[in-house]
């Protein structure tokens, strides 16, 4: 790049990469801060999986980093179970779309991001910070430089673990997504990959702290029977595929997102889990940190030709732009965590008779399916 750049952004994950490629669109040079340090790490094994939704979607085509049918498996049906026979059903017919979400394999999209990054002649990967007009810290929950910006990250840490795992299963998933919620709050989702006729299956349980490292101390056959146990023998006989990953579940939101650098020139914003993480029982996180991304690239892009990226007016656009939204899917998983974590009468009856009561309903259950499939927008970010 023979010019510097305007925009510095830290951390070269799924966040980072979107908004650099997403800004380089937009004839903003970028340096993509990637240690070699997090290449190597990212090498490993990795057994995540992202539910993305039709926004999501329709951003990363845009892009051409959408991954292929076998690592991007469509949500036909939703089907969510209470703890005392309450449940609700979602349907891609019903909402009149082709799929409630995506399944994504977390390897399969980051190199189709990294591939997109290599040739954007707008984007320069380096492996230390360079100085620039704005820096975009998207270093994830544990970030390191928000921190050294003295930004409070208000942090609630659940009494959970999420446990992440990979199976085969006896019968096909018919791209179905299941999630059982039990009477101590703890969620257990089984998320359909492979395709249409796809037998794979991406776990991800929220259990209680405590009972997590017995979860983890069982041998790959246990862990499977206890999880065919948990989810009623919903798909059959699980055969583990790969190792199990564990992590502590917390919500956190950063009391600032833009700011000023207390040291030399330029300006600074958070973006995804840097700025905020929920709770995973809506699959929603991923989802919200690709929403910063396209909020934060479309007031840049957009600027009056006489404003700096880096203009604290551009930024703080941003920052409402997006706060709300965020505030409000925070508010909303946090609710539902603490609906089921309570056990005593009449807790069950009553949370069981409203999921009954939901999955009649015919306007709101629409409205909270298209919110969450990112069909339902908030006010444009350039708005004033």
């Known amino acids: 790049m023979a010019l510097p750049p305007e925009v510095c952004i830290r951390g070269a994950g799924i966040v980072g990469r979107t908004l650099a490629l997403l800004l380089a669109g937009a004839r903003v040079r970028v340096a993509l801060v990637a240690p070699a340090a997090d290449a190597a790490a990212k090498a490993r094994e990795d057994i995540r999986a992202y539910a993305l939704n ?105 009494p959970q673990h999420a446990i992440a795992a990979r199976f085969e299963s006896e019968r096909p998933h018919g791209e179905v997504a299941r999630q059982w919620f039990n009477d101590c709050g703890e969620v257990l989702a089984l998320l359909p990959l492979g395709g249409p006729g796809g037998r794979s299956l991406a776990l991800v349980w929220s ?22 146990e948990a989810c009623g023998d919903a798909l059959g006989a699980l055969t583990p595929v790969g190792e199990r990953a564990a992590w502590p579940l917390q919500r956190a939101i950063a009391d600032r997102w833009t700011g000023q650098m207390r040291t030399g020139s330029g300006s600074w914003a958070l973006a995804g889990d840097a700025a905020h993480t929920v709770h995973p029982l809506a699959g929603q996180g991923l989802n919200l940190g690709l929403a910063d991304a396209q909020a934060l690239a479309a007031v840049l892009g957009e600027r009056e030709h006489w404003r700096s990226v880096g203009d604290m007016r551009l930024l703080r656009r941003y920052e409402r732009a997006r706060r709300a939204d965020v505030l409000a899917m925070s508010l909303a998983t946090d609710g539902l965590q603490q609906l089921f974590a309570h056990s005593a009468d009449p807790l069950p009856r009553l949370r069981n008779w409203g999921m009954r009561g939901f999955d009649r309903t015919g306007f709101v259950k629409s409205w909270v399916a298209r919110r969450a499939m990112g069909l339902q927008r908030s006010a444009a970010p350039g708005a004033h």
């Open 54 to 158: 039709a926004a999501s979607r329709e951003l990363l085509e845009s892009l051409r980093a959408w991954p292929d049918a076998q690592h991007a498996t469509a949500v036909r049906e939703m089907m969510i179970h209470g703890d005392d026979g309450g449940s609700v059903h979602f349907s891609a017919p019903q909402q009149k779309v082709d799929a409630l979400a995506w399944i994504v394999d977390v390897p399969a999209l980051e190199q189709r991001l990294a591939d997109a990054v290599r040739f954007s002649p707008m984007i320069e990967v380096v492996e230390q910070p360079v100085a620039a007009p704005l820096t975009v810290v998207c270093e994830g929950k544990a970030s390191a430089t928000r921190e050294a910006l003295g930004v409070h990250y208000e942090l609630t840490r659940y």
């Open 207 to 228: 259990v209680d702290q405590a009972h997590a490292p017995r979860l983890l101390a069982l041998g790959a056959e246990e862990f499977a029977g206890a999880v065919r």
